[in-house]
């Protein structure tokens, strides 16, 4: 399944800059796009860096790459060869003097640009960053599973975004991939990029962070249960923002004077990650598990970030010590301009805290995301939002 959204994002950005970085977590789906992409452009070159084939026709990377001007070349796994950046600065450079100045290099990674030395001053200018995420319910629509099922919101929800997990022939062989995610995440994942940190120590943190997910990050707390220092947590959670699996959601700070939330929320993003943590494997445990509401909340605003996210909005979520609050705000050129509230309900009904929350921002255009299928208003002026119609929010805008 290609992710048409995110496909047309990179397409454009690729006919923009020489090199263009498509980030995500291992397995979400990067090569297949890539590759996707490389089979519109005549003589494009794929090395793939954990082949020691590909990676020795890098032994001389200046030569190689210059050799290959005029061709699109895909690198992926390009975290494993971090020192490659400064050579590109050069190739690119050539390249521009020769006439090529756009599409040169498609590099695929694993991590944040930060983890994988990506953001260096080398590459300024000459390179855009692009996300793929897991695909959303936006993107599973009409699809079908490898049983033939066709994918609801609920099968994104439960099995999460991976593809394997996602259009596996059932809930049981999703269950099945995801848990060996988690371990093989653990066992090459996190030696890769963090070799003193303890495998066993993240993996019980990514199961803490699972059953508070959308609840405050209180290092100190989380740092007591697991017998290491706060500072230590933070650092641990650190690791998971760069590799994808966690979200690190910051609150909307302003100047009321009001006693305001300052501590981030955490949300794991995939929530069928979510799920195989704590040992759900289908829609009934899902259901009758006090994590479902967080759940419901995390594939809520997921979807509507993945709208979002390669776009002028920011996403930020509202507190107050008297309990006015805001899910998930949207802010666009400094100011805040949309509030979302989810309510995991056929018939939703927004919090009185909601709407003091967008009062106290000055934010008219409200929306409660739900599961249903229908949009209607509701009292107070906020406006009921299927999941599956996440885009009117943003339309006209």
Do not use: C
């Amino acid at each position: 399944m290609i992710p048409r959204r995110v496909e047309g994002y990179l397409r454009e950005k690729l006919q923009q800059f020489p090199a263009v970085a498509l980030l995500g977590p291992r397995q979400v789906g990067k090569t297949t796009l890539a590759l996707d992409i490389a089979s519109g452009h005549p003589e494009a070159i794929y090395l793939d860096l954990e082949r020691p084939a590909d990676l020795r026709r890098l032994d001389d990377a200046d030569a190689f790459l210059r050799s290959q001007a005029g061709r699109l070349i895909v690198l992926d796994e390009v975290h494993r060869v971090p020192g490659l950046f400064e050579t590109l600065r050069g190739v690119i450079d050539e390249s521009r003097r020769a006439g090529f100045r756009t599409g040169q290099f498609l590099l695929l990674g694993s991590a944040s640009p930060n983890l994988i030395g990506m953001a260096s001053e080398s590459l300024a200018g000459r390179m855009a960053y692009v996300d793929l995420n897991p695909i959303d319910a936006l993107e599973a629509r009409d699809h079908f599973d490898g049983g033939g099922h066709l994918l609801t919101p609920d099968t994104v929800w439960l099995r999460g975004g991976f593809p394997d997990s996602l259009l596996a022939g059932d809930d049981h062989e999703s269950l099945r991939w995801r848990e060996a995610f988690i371990r093989s995440f653990l066992d090459r994942d996190v030696p890769m990029f963090a070799p003193r940190l303890p495998g066993e120590t993240v993996h019980r943190l990514w199961q803490m962070l699972a059953h508070g997910s959308t609840g405050p990050l209180n290092a100190g707390r989380l740092g007591a249960s697991l017998g290491i220092s706060g500072p230590t947590v933070s650092r641990y959670v650190d690791l998971l923002v760069d590799l994808g699996m966690v979200r690190r959601l910051t609150p909307w700070l302003d100047n009321l004077g009001k006693r305001l939330t300052r501590m981030p929320k955490v949300y794991l993003r995939d929530t069928g990650l979510l799920h195989a943590l704590l040992g759900i494997g289908s829609m009934h445990e899902l259901l009758g598990h006090p994590v479902a509401g967080p759940s419901f909340e995390t594939l809520a605003i997921e979807t509507v970030i993945s709208l979002t996210e390669n776009g002028p909005w920011q996403p930020a979520f509202y507190r107050t010590a008297d309990g006015a609050e805001i899910d998930l705000v949207l802010v666009k050129g400094g100011q805040p301009e949309i509030a979302i509230e989810v309510k995991r309900s056929t018939a939703p009904v927004p919090s009185a805290g909601f709407y003091r929350a967008a009062r106290d921002l000055g934010i008219s255009d409200t929306f409660v995301l739900y599961p249903g299928q229908d949009r209607f208003p509701l009292k107070g002026g906020a406006v009921a939002i299927p999941i599956l119609d996440s885009e009117a929010i943003l339309v006209g805008r």
